[in-house]
């Protein structure tokens, strides 16, 4: 199997070298950009680019720039790194392609691990592309959650947490069990963040917000057939 090449974009060299060495070592093929001008000639010339880590804050482009670049000839997956972690920022990303954000200061082992989890996103099989629940579908490979038909803009972990509870349908998953599968080890912290989460997406998804049912004493559970039953 060929090397998977991945274009890293960050104006701090130090950053870049970090990030080569760590991705090196898990069999990547790393290419450098510094700036938005040098990463667009670099994905041009390269043609077989598998990922893009893609710095928002760059002279002569910023990240968004080029993303709304790329976004016109290729589907390639990017990964934004960001020193902000405003949700408005992440929909804005979002609406021109995004696949994932990560915040500035980041653990290196967290970003492999993001990395390997949007290569393993973009390669599942068509029928697994699309989950679909009740009134709500996920599109994992457009990243967009629509509800009743009309999309609905979630933060990474409100995508990943409504991701994570559709594919459990049916299931009493405790705030622990949620916390390791969704947060993996890039929290650490109070399990009760799961709640404040889980509250802002109840909203987002309107009516069909009670399908995420409260366990008391333990978790959560999505479940759409006991909403059929009220």
């Known amino acids: 199997m060929p090397t998977k090449k991945i ?10 070298k970090l990030l080569h060495d760590y991705l090196s070592r898990e069999g990547y093929d790393i290419i450098e950009a510094g700036d938005g001008e040098e990463a667009l000639k670099k994905f041009y010339d390269e043609k077989d680019i598998a990922l893009i880590l893609l710095d928002v804050m760059m002279p002569k482009k910023d990240g968004y720039e080029v993303l709304k670049e790329i976004r016109e000839t290729s589907k390639v997956p990017v990964i934004m790194l960001t020193a902000k972690s405003d949700e408005e920022d992440e929909l804005q990303g979002f609406s021109l392609g995004v696949d994932e954000y990560i915040s500035k200061p980041f653990s290196p082992k967290i ?14 099989p068509e029928d697994e592309k699309i989950i679909e629940k009740g009134a709500i579908k996920i599109d994992m490979a457009a990243h967009e959650v629509t509800v009743d038909d009309e999309k609905i803009p979630l ?11 559709m594919k459990n349908e049916g299931i009493a998953l405790s705030r622990e069990k949620i916390l390791n ?15 404040t989460h889980v509250k802002k997406l109840r909203s987002k998804l ?5 399908y995420i049912k409260t366990i008391w004493g333990m978790g959560y559970k999505f479940d759409t057939n006991e909403e059929a039953q009220n």
């Open 7 to 16: 274009l890293v974009v960050d104006d701090e060299q130090r950053l870049r």
């Open 155 to 165: 933060s990474v972990k409100e995508f990943e947490l409504l991701t994570y509870f």
């Open 111 to 124: 970003l492999v691990a993001r990395v390997h989890a949007v290569l393993r996103r973009g390669a599942l």
């Open 206 to 210: 309107g009516k069909r917000g009670d």
């Open 181 to 195: 599968a969704v947060w993996e080890y890039d929290y650490f912290g109070d399990a009760r963040t799961i709640d």
